[in-house]
């Protein structure tokens, strides 16, 4: 059974610095493209960043510069650091498996993990 | 980045009725358009991919269709477990980006 489990949320200071994981389960995070959505608190879904298979990586323009992704084959996990937090980035991050169908929907999501950006 | 337009953002209906939802890109796609559901404090759901195809143990009740820049999401007839938001999402291009939702309430 596929799974996807997010942790690392929390309350941070703006300025500060978080780390997301997802670990992934019934399926190797390698061999899928994986991306991180947020949902700002009543807001529609907006889509952070994407790690492909062969390695490369894009983020969107409003978190470029602060957010990472990577990935650990070894722990089948997928991060995302991110740096310079503002009070904008407050929101559910959620992982999602893309897949190599037609299209290339998210097929799998987690349960997210809240971020709240706040003094 | 392409931006997609949902409409209506919020529509009334009644269980048994026909639901009809539109998504509009700001430049053909193709059909690389996927439609999720998500209800509340839960992560959105796979529905429909590649415009129209059903993603498996998805309700028959549930179709997609379109091509280019206009994509229609329809429920033919609404279930109570159907109350939720919708999106839909192009993959034409990264960024892939989302319409707003459409909600669906109980008239």
């Known amino acids: 059974e596929v799974q996807l489990v997010e942790s690392g949320g929390g309350l941070i200071q703006p300025g500060g610095s978080l780390r997301l994981s997802c670990a992934a389960s019934?399926?190797?995070?390698?061999?899928?493209?994986m991306s991180w959505v947020r949902q700002a608190p009543g807001k529609g879904l907006e889509w952070v960043s994407v790690f492909y298979t062969g390695g490369s990586t894009y983020y969107a323009d409003s978190v470029k510069g602060r957010f990472t992704i990577s990935r650990d084959k070894s722990k089948n996990t997928l991060f995302l650091q991110m740096n310079s937090l503002r009070a904008e980035d407050t929101a559910v991050y959620y992982c999602?498996?893309?897949?190599?169908?037609?299209?290339?929907?998210?097929?799998?999501w987690g349960q997210g993990t809240l971020v709240t950006v706040s003094s | 980045d392409i931006q997609m337009t949902q409409s209506p953002s919020s529509l009334s209906a009644s269980v048994g009725d026909r639901v009809t939802i539109t998504c509009r890109a700001s430049q053909s796609i193709s059909g690389y358009l996927n439609w999720y559901q998500q209800k509340p404090g839960k992560a959105p759901k796979l529905l429909i991919y590649a415009a129209s195809s059903l993603q498996s143990g998805v309700p028959s009740r549930f179709s997609g269709s379109g091509s280019g820049t206009d994509f229609t999401l329809t429920i033919s007839s609404l279930q109570p477990e159907d109350f939720a938001t919708f999106y839909c999402q192009q993959s034409y291009r990264t960024p892939p980006t989302f319409g707003q939702g459409t909600k669906v309430e109980i008239k």
């Open positions: 019934g399926f190797t995070v390698s061999s899928n493209y």
């Open positions: 999602a498996r893309g897949t190599v169908t037609t299209a290339s929907p998210f097929d799998y």
